[in-house]
């Protein structure tokens, strides 16, 4: 069971990305939890995470210009990423419970560079 992240790239300051998740392997259940990014020097962080209420939470740095969507039933979670700035630049993570375990299952990131 893995979850591989992709769709970064190079972008210039106010392009788009959407970056999708697939998680694959024998899976029954799976749980996405959200989207986190780590850039060069800083610890990683959240981008967006679904709430149990169903809700979704951005971060403050991406809200406004970030839309999470995921569909449990195809195992794929994406984020589309509006009007990237280079604070943007980072590796992107998804990570997931799957299967009913309690452990979170991390993604292998995707590079986004935000640069002109």
């Known amino acids: 069971v893995q979850l591989q992240a992709s769709g970064g790239g190079l972008v210039q300051p106010g392009g788009s990305l959407r970056l999708s998740c697939i998680a694959s392997?024998?899976?029954?259940?799976?749980?996405?939890i959200g989207w986190y990014r780590q850039a060069p020097g800083k610890e990683r962080a959240e981008v967006a995470t679904?709430?149990?209420?169903?809700?979704?939470h951005y971060a403050d740095s991406v809200t406004g210009r970030s839309t999470m969507s995921g569909d449990n039933a195809k195992n794929t979670l994406n984020l589309q990423m509006d009007n990237l700035e280079p604070e943007d630049t980072a590796v992107y993570y998804c990570?997931?419970?799957?299967?009913?375990?309690?452990?979170?299952?991390w993604g292998k990131g995707t590079q986004v560079t935000v640069s002109s």
């Open positions: 392997g024998s899976i029954f259940n799976i749980n996405f």
């Open positions: 990570n997931a419970f799957i299967n009913f375990s309690t452990r979170q299952v």
């Open positions: 679904f709430r149990s209420d169903g809700s979704t």
